[in-house]
């Protein structure tokens, strides 16, 4: 039997818990950056993702088996428990988002949902390629706008006071795209043998995990630019670039770290997940007057 903390490792990690805390820090920079108080979208932020994340586990037990050995086992241990949880996670999300933001929010919290069922599900007409997940590139697009909307608009559309800007609501989309397609070719860096060997074509098997390093460098820059270039036109307050940079550089060492250090990728992919916990806090130590929870 495992040790309690690597099975509680194990628990938090594989439910999709530890993903679920880092989107509550990024839909409270989106809240930032949109001028609204940290309201209940942080809830469903939480409970969205577990439920949708959970699911998507579920639906790819068998196709995941090479590339996620200890995640598969746990989750093919837990069926039930995982599809009971995740329902009531999804069902928890939409109640609150029609109860705060009537059909706008009811459409934010479902769109990743259904995203996630055209994405996982085999419903191309190909014969080579069933699922968007195994499109190059395009699967890489689909997790990335399935994220970023969401967690940019949510608090938006739950908000008591809708006054916040909608031009901060976009750049906030546009910076969890690209830090969501970091973070997804960063996962496929530590699955580049089981889909060569499965004929999944990502950014890492078709060019390689050194220059697919250098594809994330630039989106590491693009990101600063696009976060400074925003603020300087006011669209976002102009603490953000400050604020953002301690996450951008710990994203750039995990990228870095993929091929010149000691640390399994499986860690590594892990801790990518809790740049959220960075922004976080950049935003709260150096945003001031940034509003408290709004019910």
């Known amino acids: 039997m495992q040790p309690i903390p690597k099975r509680v490792y194990a628990a938090v990690v594989h439910s999709s818990l530890f993903l679920g805390l880092a989107t509550i820090g990024e839909v409270y920079v989106a809240s930032s950056f949109a001028g609204v108080g940290a309201n209940v979208a942080l809830l469903v932020g939480l409970l969205a993702t577990i ?23 746990f989750v093919s241990a837990f069926p039930r428990v ?18 705060f933001g009537g059909l706008s929010g009811l459409a934010l919290v ?38 970023a909307v969401p967690v940019a608009f949510v608090p938006i ?9 909608l031009a901060g609501a976009a750049v ?13 070719e960063v996962h496929n860096v530590r699955d580049v043998h089981g889909d060569a060997e499965n004929g999944v074509e ?47 550089v710990y994203s750039t060492w995990i990228t870095y770290s993929l091929t010149e250090s000691n640390w399994s990728v499986e860690r590594l992919c892990t801790l990518r997940d809790g740049e959220g916990v960075l922004m976080t806090g950049g935003v709260a130590f150096v945003a001031s007057g940034v509003p408290v929870f709004v019910v």
Do not use: C, M
Request: aromatic share 10%; charged share 10%.
């Open 157 to 165: 559309a739950v908000a008591v006071d809708r006054s916040g800007h």
């Open 202 to 248: 990502t950014l890492p098997t078709a060019i390689g995990v050194r220059r697919t390093q250098y594809v994330l460098y630039a989106l590491e820059v693009i990101s600063l630019a696009i976060v400074v270039a925003a603020a300087v036109v006011g669209y976002i307050p102009w603490w953000a670039p400050s604020a953002l940079t301690p996450a951008l």
């Open 110 to 147: 479902v769109f990743p949902g259904a995203i996630a069922a055209v994405y996982s599900f085999p419903l191309l007409p190909s014969d080579s390629v069933k699922r968007l997940k195994d499109v190059f590139l395009v699967n890489t697009t689909v997790v990335s706008l399935a994220w």
């Open 172 to 184: 906030a989309a546009l910076w969890f795209f690209l830090r969501s397609a970091v973070s997804v």
């Open 51 to 73: 439920g949708v994340y959970n699911l998507d586990k579920l639906a790819d037990v068998e196709a995941d088996a090479a590339n996620y050995a200890e995640r598969t086992a």
């Open 82 to 99: 995982y599809a009971t949880l995740s329902g009531i996670a999804i069902v928890g999300a939409v109640a609150l988002a029609i109860h």
